[in-house]
T-cell receptor, first 113, second 114 residues
Framework: EAQVTQNPRYLITVTGKKLTVTCSQN?????MSWYRQDPGLGLRQIYY???????DKGDVPEGYKVSRKEKRNFPLILESPSPNQTSLYFC????????????FGPGTRLLVL | AQSVTQPDIHITVSEGASLELRCNYS??????LFWYVQSPGQGLQLLLK??????LVQGIKGFEAEFKRSQSSFNLRKPSVHWSDAAEYFC????????????FGKGTKLTVNP
C-alpha cells in the first residue's frame, strides 16, 4: 500500500530534550515536506526537500532541522524543543517537480512541557 | 505572496442537504488548487485538484469544485451531505519554482446534523 508513515504518532517531552520525528514514504517520491498545524493558523510549511541532499526552508523553520540522506526518509529534528513547538506535525510527499498533489502522513502530535 | 481565505470557520448542515464551502485565493500566476479533508484524528486526504482545463472538477466522495478565475475562487460543493462528511476541509494553492509548497487556508469545520 502506498503511504507516508510517521513515528511516533504521539510524543510528550520536556524542554531542551532533543527529539526526532521520522517520516518515510514508499512511493519513490522525490519531493518531501514537513508542516505543522496549529488551531486558527492552519498548516504551515517548516522545511521541504526536492531530492536527496537537497533541502530548503519553508515559512517557519526556526528551531527545526531536517536531513535527506535517502530518498524515502525525511526526519524532522528538534535539537532543543520549546513549548511553542507543541503542535501537530505532518509529513508529506509528492512525485517530483510536476504539479501533483502531495500525500500526507497521519500526523505526529507533540507536547513539549 | 500567495494566500488562501476560507471565510467560514464553521458550517452546520443537515444530512441530505447541499453543501458549498468557499475558498478564495491570491496568487499572481496560474493557480494550482486543491481541496483536502481531515477527519478527526486523521491526516489530510486529497479530495480533488485543479491544474488546468475544465473549470469544474470532480473528486472523491461525491465532491466537486468549480474554479472561477474572475472571482479568484475555488468553491467546494456536494449535492447531498452524509453524516460521514463531518470533518475539517482545507483549500490550498500550490506554489512551484523557488519555494515549493502548499499554502493552506485556515480550514472550515463541517458539522452534519442528523
Amino acid at each position: 500500500e502506498a503511504q507516508v508513515t510517521q513515528n511516533p504518532r504521539y510524543l510528550i517531552t520536556v524542554t531542551g530534550k532533543k527529539l526526532t520525528v521520522t517520516c518515510s514514504q514508499n512511493m519513490n517520491h522525490e519531493y518531501m515536506s514537513w508542516y505543522r498545524q496549529d488551531p486558527g493558523l492552519g498548516l504551515r510549511q517548516i522545511y521541504y526537500s526536492m531530492n536527496v541532499e537537497v533541502t530548503d526552508k519553508g515559512d517557519v523553520p526556526e528551531g527545526y532541522k531536517v536531513s535527506r540522506k535517502e530518498k524515502r526518509n525525511f526526519p524532522l529534528i528538534l535539537e532543543s524543543p520549546s513549548p511553542n513547538q507543541t503542535s501537530l506535525y505532518f509529513c508529506a510527499s509528492r512525485r517530483d517537480r510536476t504539479r501533483e498533489a502531495q500525500y500526507f502522513g497521519p500526523g505526529t502530535r507533540l507536547l513539549v512541557l | 505572496a500567495q494566500s488562501v481565505t476560507q471565510p467560514d470557520i464553521h458550517i452546520t448542515v443537515s444530512e441530505g442537504a447541499s453543501l458549498e464551502l468557499r475558498c478564495n485565493y491570491s496568487y499572481g500566476a496560474t493557480p494550482y488548487l486543491f481541496w483536502y479533508v481531515q477527519s478527526p484524528g486523521q491526516g489530510l486526504q486529497l479530495l480533488l485538484k485543479y491544474f488546468s482545463g475544465d473549470t469544474l472538477v470532480q473528486g472523491i466522495k461525491g465532491f466537486e469544485a468549480e474554479f472561477k478565475r474572475s472571482q479568484s475562487s475555488f468553491n467546494l460543493r456536494k449535492p447531498s451531505v452524509h453524516w460521514s462528511d463531518a470533518a475539517e476541509y482545507f483549500c490550498a494553492v500550490g506554489t512551484f519554482g523557488g519555494s515549493e509548497k502548499l499554502v493552506f487556508g485556515k480550514g472550515t469545520k463541517l458539522t452534519v446534523n442528523p
